[in-house]
């Protein structure tokens, strides 16, 4: 049954992606289930975006409840929803406006525009490049391609849009000199997941914010993934001590509902007027009703603070595992976007998992990564570590 399915979506879907080859059917909490009845422990949460795990009771009431009013008006009138929305990221940030979209793409994209933009107003032309990093990824579309540093992703696709200049991730002295007069914003991931897990160091975004400052760089966290409790704070800056000017957001903003967002300064913000940025389909009513239940989860029900608590916990168990297990060359991550690498190919090691029903992905190769949804239980982060210790034991042989 299951792999008559799989073959008509091979037919039929485009081919833009390597499947697990399962059909899933139900997602509940942390777990789902394929079309046999088979039950995995989900560490991918769809690729960080079910943070509240599958089904979460709040949104599927608020958007049941959204659904029955209104889905969608477009952005030339207002809804009282979409303004509940903005009012809590602004509450819960440091930022004073937000602008809504539908991916993660389409936010960077916006915040790419907007320092391009504020740039342009306040300096005429001329101070439009971005400095962004090696190693990082950014999106799909044509300027978050030309703002990642990885070229595996830019093959087939020249000629990228101009403007951006890659420098090492966590090297301050390249990123100094790599600033000019020309420069109107940086953008970084405070951990570069795509890119195999590496954290930013703090004293490195403390030098850079106090650059950005200095010279009216905006500076730009890609915040897609680190975003919505998933490193143990709201938003990954809190780890910081600093406050950047704009903010990309999507993946679990709707808690698996499609939104994106940008929040930023009103400074920053202030650049766009009407006529200069929009989404038809931005924040519409149902999109907005996903991300006010959201936050109010994630927040209210002390989820948060769960990702920080079971984030250490694995962590304490990845390292004991570590210990044991010579495969395992570093584990390391904040909250619960974890990476584990490894000393061999990590796809035939995400299969051994899948094969004792839990679902993970590898980055770069090599580095495991583990993105449970953060409503995890120690019984579930147990179980986890009980069966990757199994599948690490395996390898010895
Ligand atoms: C850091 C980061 N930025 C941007 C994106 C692109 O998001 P989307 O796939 O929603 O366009 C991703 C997706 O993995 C991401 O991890």
Known sequence: MQEK???????????????????????????????????????????????LGHAPKSVVEALTHQAGRLFHVSNLFHTEVQIRAAELLVEYSFADKVFFCNSGAEANEAAIKLARRYSWKKYGEGRSEI??????????????????GQTKFHVGFNPLLEGFTFVPFNDWAALEKAISEKTCAVILELIQSEG?????????????????????????????????????????????????????????????????????????ASAFEPGTHASTFGGNALASSAVVATINTLVGEGIVANSDKMGKILVEGLLALKRKFPIIVDVRGLGLLLGV??????????????KEGIILYAAKGNVLRLLPPLIISREEVDLFLDIAAKVFERQKS
């Open 196 to 268: 195999g897990v590496y954290v930013a160091d703090k004293e490195y975004i403390k030098l850079i914010h106090e650059l950005a400052v200095q010279k009216d760089i905006l500076l730009i966290f890609d915040e897609v993934q680190t975003g919505m409790g998933r490193t143990g704070k709201l938003f990954g800056y809190q780890h910081y001590g600093i406050e950047p000017d704009v903010i990309s957001l999507a993946k679990a903003l709707g808690g698996g509902f499609p939104v994106g967002a940008i929040i930023a300064k009103e400074a920053a």
């Open 131 to 148: 400095i962004a990093m090696q190693n990082s990824f950014h999106g799909r579309t044509m300027a978050t391609l030309s703002a990642t």
């Open 341 to 354: 690498e490894v000393s061999t190919p990590g796809e035939p090691l995400v299969q051994e998992f899948l």
């Open 5 to 51: 399915l799989i073959e008509k979506g091979k037919q039929w879907l485009a081919n833009t992606y390597t499947r697990f080859p399962i059909v899933v059917t139900k997602g509940e909490g942390c777990w789902l289930w394929d079309m046999d009845g088979r039950r995995y422990l989900d560490f991918l949460s769809g690729i960080a975006v079910c943070n």
